[in-house]
């Protein structure tokens, strides 16, 4: 299942004015961002995320019919005492260095490091060209063939989340693909709700520290209802050992277990 965002004309013009002064791409800052997201999901500092990339750096491949499709892992670290600006200049600088590995198979990575396959549900981020969106839907004729693109409907992800963005002359959408396993739809719309609120206020603050930036904040006060005062408004399906753990460290002197004869 997935969501879609589309962004206004404003935004895709501030968009473009940030990334312009800061020497920056689209890809690095929604990676940036989206890295700042799953880091606040999932309450850790270093996030690693798989980009696909072409592996046709080779002039081997250049005749070569056929997807030569990699998943490239970009680790990033997210420092909340970090600028968002001086974030963005870590991420842009992992990007590059990690491009000088992109030929390098994932599935032999995953197999020499002996990773269970688990790992391998890792999350996607997909940037499209600029035309991409225009190429959906154009025809193309190669030597008296011609070439239509086939509409289909997506129904089934291997990954927990994935994030891809289409960029089409002035404007801007986003596709959040998620799996129906870990995410209900509720959860997922607060999600990106809660992601799109934080992309306009970085543009409004690019000196905003990271540990700032205004998503996941809000938590519902304690009341009397223990179940009350377990629920957080951006509920992620938490563990038993999670939520546990937080009403020990909330209520250390509280009787966690009672037995009743």
Do not use: M
């Given at each position: 299942?997935?969501?879609?965002?589309?962004?206004?004309?404003?935004?895709?013009?501030?968009?473009?004015?940030?990334?312009?002064?800061?020497?920056?791409?689209?890809?690095?800052?929604?990676?940036?961002?989206?890295?700042?997201?799953?880091?606040?999901?999932?309450?850790?500092?270093?996030?690693?995320?798989?980009?696909?990339?072409?592996?046709?750096?080779?002039?081997?491949?250049?005749?070569?019919?056929?997807?030569?499709?990699?998943?490239?892992?970009?680790r990033?670290?997210?420092?909340?005492?970090?600028?968002?600006?001086d974030?963005?200049?870590?991420?842009?600088?992992?990007?590059?260095?990690?491009?000088?590995?992109?030929?390098?198979?994932?599935?032999?990575?995953?197999?020499?490091?002996?990773?269970?396959?688990?790992?391998?549900?890792?999350?996607?981020?997909?940037?499209?060209s600029?035309?991409?969106?225009?190429?959906?839907?154009?025809?193309?004729?190669?030597?008296?063939?011609?070439?239509?693109?086939?509409?289909?409907?997506?129904?089934?992800?291997?990954?927990?989340?994935?994030?891809y963005?289409?960029?089409?002359?002035?404007?801007?959408?986003?596709?959040?693909?998620?799996?129906?396993?870990?995410?209900?739809?509720?959860?997922?719309?607060?999600?990106?709700?809660?992601?799109?609120?934080?992309?306009?206020?970085?543009?409004?603050?690019?000196?905003?520290?990271?540990?700032?930036?205004?998503?996941?904040r809000?938590?519902?006060?304690?009341?009397?209802?223990?179940?009350?005062?377990?629920?957080?408004?951006?509920?992620?399906?938490?563990?038993?050992?999670?939520?546990?753990?937080?009403?020990?460290e909330?209520?250390?002197?509280?009787?966690?277990?009672?037995?009743?004869?």
């Amino acid at each position: 299942h997935f969501i879609t965002y589309n962004f206004d004309t404003i935004f895709s013009e501030r968009l473009n004015i940030f990334l312009k002064q800061r020497r920056s791409t689209i890809f690095e800052f929604f990676l940036a961002t989206f890295c700042i997201l799953l880091s606040r999901l999932s309450k850790q500092n270093e996030i690693i995320v798989a980009v696909p990339v072409a592996r046709r750096n080779s002039s081997d491949f250049i005749e070569l019919v056929g997807l030569l499709l990699n998943n490239l892992l970009i680790r990033n670290n997210v420092n909340g005492k970090e600028k968002f600006n001086d974030y963005l200049l870590q991420v842009t600088d992992n990007v590059i260095n990690a491009q000088k590995h992109q030929d390098y198979p994932f599935n032999d990575l995953i197999n020499k490091l002996k990773i269970n396959n688990e790992f391998q549900k890792v999350i996607n981020i997909w940037v499209n060209s600029p035309d991409a969106a225009d190429a959906q839907h154009r025809d193309y004729n190669l030597n008296g063939i011609t070439l239509k693109p086939y509409e289909f409907s997506e129904t089934y992800s291997d990954r927990d989340l994935e994030l891809y963005i289409y960029e089409q002359k002035q404007s801007l959408t986003i596709k959040l693909q998620y799996s129906t396993s870990l995410f209900d739809q509720p959860t997922i719309n607060y999600i990106l709700d809660e992601y799109v609120n934080s992309l306009n206020e970085i543009l409004l603050n690019p000196d905003i520290k990271v540990e700032d930036i205004g998503i996941f904040r809000k938590r519902i006060e304690p009341v009397n209802s223990l179940n009350k005062e377990l629920e957080i408004v951006h509920s992620i399906n938490p563990t038993i050992n999670s939520v546990f753990t937080e009403v020990v460290e909330k209520y250390p002197n509280r009787v966690a277990i009672k037995q009743i004869n």
